[in-house]
């Protein structure tokens, strides 16, 4: 497995921007497909974005679309999320998660990721 450590956190005030990173360490980081989710009070952990270990492959979950863009760096074994146009109900902690996986293959599930980071706290006020 890998470890990850997410960061970039903070406040901000909608409309604005915020730039997360999740550096990797352990086992080869362009073996993992990488994932970000999120999990606000009360509410149960949703997935944000996905990005395969190739790069050539995302995904976005329907309230972030046109908003948020995942990357990544294989050199630098750190995945990133680009989080435009923050909303307050974009609040949440958010973490970064890692599979196993085929080089183009993309998760979306919780289960499908058997590392996480400890996440990072977002929160956008109005």
């Known amino acids: 497995q890998v470890q990850l450590v997410e960061s970039g956190g903070g406040l901000v005030q909608a409309g604005g921007s915020l730039r997360l990173s999740c550096a990797a360490s352990?086992?080869?980081?362009?073996?993992?497909?990488m994932g970000w989710f999120r999990q606000a009070p009360g509410k149960d952990r949703e997935f944000v974005a996905t990005?395969?270990?190739?790069?050539?492959?995302?995904g976005y979950a329907d309230p972030v679309k046109g908003r948020f863009t995942i990357s990544r760096d294989n050199a630098k074994n750190t995945v990133y999320l680009q989080m435009n146009s923050l909303k307050p109900e974009d609040t949440a902690v958010y973490y970064c998660?890692?599979?196993?996986?085929?080089?183009?293959?993309?998760?979306?599930?919780?289960?499908?990721?058997?590392?996480w980071g400890q996440g990072t706290q977002v929160t956008v006020s109005s």
């Open positions: 998660a890692a599979a196993y996986s085929s080089y183009t293959t993309i998760f979306r599930g919780i289960s499908d990721f058997g590392s």
């Open positions: 990005i395969a270990r190739s790069g050539d492959n995302t």
């Open positions: 352990g086992r080869t980081f362009s073996s993992y497909a």
